[in-house]
């Protein structure tokens, strides 16, 4: 099996989708989401993440980033953060100018594979409280610097992966779609709970998100997968099941340290890392063609 070069198109204001010409009849192909990195912290797992988007380049994987890249908390009038528990290379009066241009040169070797990137909480607050779109302003010199064409995602939305085959016909090339996996994500809401730790959240997404193979969102810093297997029924009455996979998104921040507010708070240490979907073309036993999903977690 192979995994092929993927394009990624935005076909609505909160929908991408990622393609791949699959050229053959066994495929597979792997997409890494992460999110909360919280990059500019101390407490930033920089070597994981380092790691993680090394494995992604060496698959030819697209990345996609869920939102908060940053604390960005390090602001003169951020109640929130201290000068002295930031980065010396932040330490600088133009805070946020060296936010993006640190992430620029870390993200510069891997902004070919990043498809989508949206807002967290932090990136959201940071236009609210200062006026600046540090999203904006970063994805604009990645592209512009690399030739890369991230695509700025909502909040929330829809990622569709679509594997196709180009078929020779008498007119020209035409595009067969093997299968169609939709994904509804989320930067994530809430707390998480130290009992349920968020996935009490599935069965109420379930029911008004009927339409996603996959949904994942980040956030409240926890991990888990879950699986929720469906009974449908087609138009002509044929019966069959499936399976929706919900998916929580660590973090790769560690605040489980000292006399941290994390501590002192008594939260629990988290789990740091991402999610891997590995897909792959299977003839399937009722349907044909069709793509089976695998989430693995990224640690």
Partial sequence: MSQTVAETRRIGDKTLCTEWDIGVNHWAGSVLFMSDQHFDSADCDRKMLKRHLDEALKRAAPVYMLGDWWDAMGGRNDRRGSKSSLRPEYKRSDYLNALVEDTVEFLSPYAHLIAGWCRGNHETSIISHAEFDLLGATVQQLNAQTGSDIQIMPYAGW?????????????????????????????????????????????????????????????????????????????????????????????????????????????????????????????????????????????
Wanted: aromatic share 10%; hydrophobic share 30%; net charge positive.
């Fill in 159 to 299: 990622i569709i992966f679509r594997p196709y085959r180009t078929c020779k016909g008498k007119r020209g090339d035409n595009r067969r779609v093997i299968d169609s996996i939709c994904v509804a994500y989320s930067h994530g809401t809430g707390g998480g709970g130290p009992v349920t730790k968020g996935v009490i959240g599935t069965n109420r997404r379930a029911t008004y998100l009927p339409d996603a193979d996959i949904v994942i969102s980040g956030h409240i810093h926890e991990s888990w997968m879950v699986e929720l297997q469906r009974e449908r029924c087609t138009g002509n009455g044929r019966i069959y099941q499936d399976t929706q996979w919900h998916l929580q998104l660590p973090s790769y921040k560690d605040e489980y340290k000292g006399d941290s507010w994390w501590v002192q708070t008594g939260k629990s240490p988290r789990p740091k890392g991402g999610w891997w979907v590995d897909l792959s073309v299977q003839r399937g036993k009722q349907h044909g063609k069709e793509v089976i999903v695998q989430p693995r977690r990224a640690a």
